[in-house]
């Protein structure tokens, strides 16, 4: 290390640890301190009584050294040379005993008293001057604000930006934070930094927002850090603690938080109303004291609404959140035909300050969402404007979404509606009601229907079916499957029969590959096109997927016998309950759900007290959000006997159980059937058991006209005697006894001849050469329906008459 000449100011920090020697005038060593000892491994006797030259590592240096001290240079960088020969470089500095004499160039220093010279280890001394300058640039800055605090916390050293703001007073050494600071901001503060003196861990960037008591409507966000000051025997002196302003960070913060919390909560719900409720819940208190949203009226019917011709648009205010200036809020529900731009618009309920965005999403004009704030807490910032847009884009799209979503939800319920029978129905069997409770699912309605269906005899079946899915998909099998079961219903086969056959059909639509995506030219698509391009022109060609299955129950009652024939395919059995009051279920056999194939179906029948209600439903009715459905149908059975409940009306009854499931977030169908059963009085019904005699016709003839006399029908006598004419001799012709004849009066006359042959009846038109081969046409033209049903015996065929009207 080269000298470095003689430095007229102070050179030398005073360090723990400093060497120190004493030179007379001649430049020689009369003195030697311990540390002295430690920093050059000599001890005093080896030194004392040399001359300072000996100990420079380069004596050569010695004369440049005392012709500086003679221009009064006192301090300055050399290299020593230590006991073992290694060399030391050192900063010193050397202190005048006396005034100098005459300097002699090569016996010593001057002639005087002599010096004191204190020498450190050169990079010790840089380290300290580096730190000197650290600590003089750090409360020269204005970035930070610095603070230095004594064990009681006053102030005893700031540098001049400590917190630039409206009440801070220029000087503050001696003052306490609560001196200036709102009582309450600088008691947070100060407890922080009565931590850090007690327990001495430092405070890293703790946030508080801080008011003057000279503007308290101000405030700015600081972080503060704070370190304790401690001597070094351990005894804390005082805290520093530096102040970041990080108001614009902070608002940036809250800002991107508000635009998340905003997007969640509007991206959560299909429903239109819901997704306004929920934009205006997350701009309070966020970026204003009120919030209010106006949604046009035509999209929350699911349609794209269209301005007039003034570009206005009716909206309806969906949703408000918060408080007006006045203390009361604008009520929600007002329409009103407004302009609707994304420019700022006047103060809504009152606010001085307000800004307004349209919803906006793929080019239309969804609504718009104000929001507004008291003066106390600022104006708005483009910031705050360029945040409300972006959560009005975000809004728009999921808003579109649930309208998008409400347009199709509203066709599915409406053809699923549109499929179903109507809900009441009065028949010689039952009296019927029906209620249906579309899922609110994001899936769409599920496929669940019920049906009614007058079959022969005076018998009705009933009828509850679940497609699994939901959406168009599940809506349109549902239509296809209640078709079917109206077709095979009509060829009078039994429950389990039938389920076979439907079983066999959903099979086949399992099987059926799904149909191509076309465009609006009928072409297939080879661009991947966004399925929304066909909700957007209002169709869709095909149904979007194939259903998955479906379950079934299929009961027919016999108001004759009394006697109800029950099948299931996967669905949960049928209650009924008596005239009692008494439920129970009916012990059905569950099959396998439909599209299965390769198992059985089984059909149980039991006995049915007249006046007592059947109850067919959908899973979606007994099962709870547990999933327990067991539970569900023990709710069901106490609805059943619930005093009163049986004698009122099937539709009051039927309310009253519906009512029971949740008005929203329904996860699936919920759907009813009530039928209260009738019974055709024993006088209303008689038979006949012959043989296959030719001559047993004319003996069914006179029985036959003699109850219909009794029973008031003498104007169906002839019709009567004729078509039970033709299908005895039929029956007699083509079959062999036993024969079984039944007449039946039940809101119209119904014949029945019952044989043991499978084989069917079939109508033809005979030719004029023909002697035989016109009965059944007689038949179908002489009354109002005929037809043939299979029976473990045989067959039935049956034909019915419509009474006559009565006379005045």
């Known amino acids: 290390m080269n000298e470095t000449p003689f430095s007229r100011d102070s050179y030398l920090p005073v360090l723990e640890g400093t060497a120190g020697a004493l030179l007379d005038g001649r430049g020689r060593i ?7 000892v430690a ?19 380069d004596p050569a240096a010695w004369p440049a050294l005392v012709a500086a001290y003679a221009r009064g240079a006192r301090g300055g960088e050399t290299v020593l040379r230590t006991g073992e020969g290694e060399h030391a470089p050192v900063v010193f500095q050397a202190f005048d005993l006396a005034d100098m004499g005459q300097v002699d160039g090569t016996a010593g220093v001057g002639a005087g008293a002599g010096c004191l010279v204190l020498a450190a280890p050169a990079e010790e001394a840089v380290s300290w001057h580096q730190d000197q300058a650290f600590i003089r640039e750090l409360f020269l800055q204005d970035r930070v604000g610095l603070a230095v605090f004594d064990s009681e916390l006053r102030l005893l050293r700031t540098n001049t930006h400590l917190l630039p703001y409206t009440g801070v007073p220029s000087d503050l050494r001696g003052r306490r934070l609560s001196d200036f600071l709102w009582p309450g901001d600088a008691k947070a ?93 997350a701009l309070v208190p966020g970026l204003g004291d009120l919030a209010v949203v106006e949604i046009a009226e035509a999209v929350s019917l699911g349609e794209e609404p269209v301005p007039d011709r003034e570009g206005r648009l009716l909206l309806r205010r969906t949703a408000v959140a918060g408080l007006s200036a006045a203390g009361d809020s604008p009520a929600a529900s007002d329409v009103g035909l407004v302009a609707v731009d994304d420019g700022d618009v006047p103060g809504v309920g009152g ?95 599920g496929g669940d229907w019920f049906d009614v269906i007058p079959l022969s005899s005076a018998r009705v079946a009933l009828v509850v079916g679940d497609v699994v899915g939901h959406g168009l998909a599940a809506t349109a099998t549902m239509g296809r499957l209640r078709t079917a079961v109206r077709t095979l219903a009509d060829l009078e086969l039994e429950p389990d029969e039938l389920l076979t056959h439907l079983d066999d059909l959903v099979a086949q639509l399992l099987a059926e590959p799904e149909e191509t995506d076309l465009d609006e030219e009928g072409e297939e698509r080879t661009d991947g096109g966004d399925p929304d391009d066909d909700l957007d022109d209002g169709w869709h060609i095909g149904i ?39 439920v129970s279920y009916l012990p059905v056999d569950p099959g396998p759900p439909l599209g299965v194939g390769g198992l059985p179906f089984e059909a149980t029948e039991v006995e049915v007290a007249p006046g007592s209600v059947l109850a067919l439903y959908s899973d979606g009715l007994i099962e709870g959000r547990d999933g327990d459905m067991d539970a569900g149908m ?44 009738r019974a055709v009085p024993a006088e ?58 039944r007449l039946i009066r039940a809101g119209r006359l119904i014949c029945e001849v019952s044989d043991p042959s499978a084989t069917h009846p079939r109508m033809r038109r005979a030719r004029l050469t023909d002697e035989g081969g016109r009965g059944l046409y007689l038949v179908a033209q002489l009354t109002t329906r005929w037809g043939s049903r299979y029976s473990r015996r045989g067959k039935t065929i049956w034909a019915e008459q419509e009474f006559p009207p009565p006379t005045d």
């Open 684 to 741: 209303d019904a008689t038979s006949w058991r012959i043989e296959a005699d030719p001559a047993a016709v004319g003996t069914v003839r006179e029985a036959a006209t003699t109850r219909l006399r009794e029973w008031g029908l003498e104007e169906l006598v002839f019709t009567t005697e004729l078509v039970l004419s033709e299908l005895v001799t039929n029956a007699i012709r083509y079959a062999g006894g036993p024969i079984d004849v």
């Open 351 to 445: 606010h001085p300050m307000t800004m307004t965005a349209s919803l906006r999403a793929r080019g239309m004009v969804l609504g718009r969402v104000s929001v507004g704030r008291n003066s106390d807490r600022g104006a708005y910032e483009t910031a705050d404007r360029d945040l409300l847009r972006e959560i009005a884009d975000r809004a728009a799209l999921a808003l579109d979404n649930a309208r998008r979503f409400t347009r199709e939800r509203r066709a599915a319920v409406g053809l699923q509606r549109s499929m179903l029978p109507p809900t009441q129905m009065e028949t010689a069997a039952a009296t019927t009601s029906g209620a249906y409770l579309p899922a609110d699912t994001t899936r769409g309605v």
């Open 189 to 281: 503060v100060e407890e922080k930094l009565r931590q850090v003196l007690a327990t001495g861990r430092p405070l890293i960037r703790a946030v508080e927002f801080l008011r003057t008591i000279e503007d308290p409507g101000g405030g700015v966000v600081i972080a503060i850090s704070a370190f304790r000051l401690q001597a070094p025997d351990g005894q804390a002196l005082g805290v520093t603690a530096l102040f970041t302003d990080v108001t614009e960070l902070h608002r940036s913060s809250e800002r991107l938080a508000l635009l998340h919390r905003a997007t969640a909560s509007v991206g959560g719900s299909l429903s239109v109303r819901d997704t306004g409720r929920e934009l205006a819940a």
């Open 544 to 582: 979007p997927s194939s259903p998955t299955g479906a379950t079934c129950v299929y009961a027919i009652y016999d108001p004759v016998s009394l006697r109800c024939t029950v099948a299931s395919a996967g669905h949960p059995p049928p209650a009924v309950a008596d005239p009692e009051g008494h």
């Open 39 to 57: 920093l050059l491994g000599r001890s005093a006797a080896d030194v004392v009584g040399l001359s300072a030259r000996a100990l420079l590592a």
């Open 634 to 677: 023990n709710e069901l059975a106490g609805h059943l006997t619930r005093p009163g409940a049986l004698a009122g009306p099937l539709r009051e009854l039927g309310r009253a159980i519906v009512a029971g499931r949740p008005a929203y977030g329904l996860g699936d169908d919920v759907t009813l059937l009530l039928a209260r059963t």
């Open 30 to 36: 009369s003195g030697w301190t311990p540390e002295a």
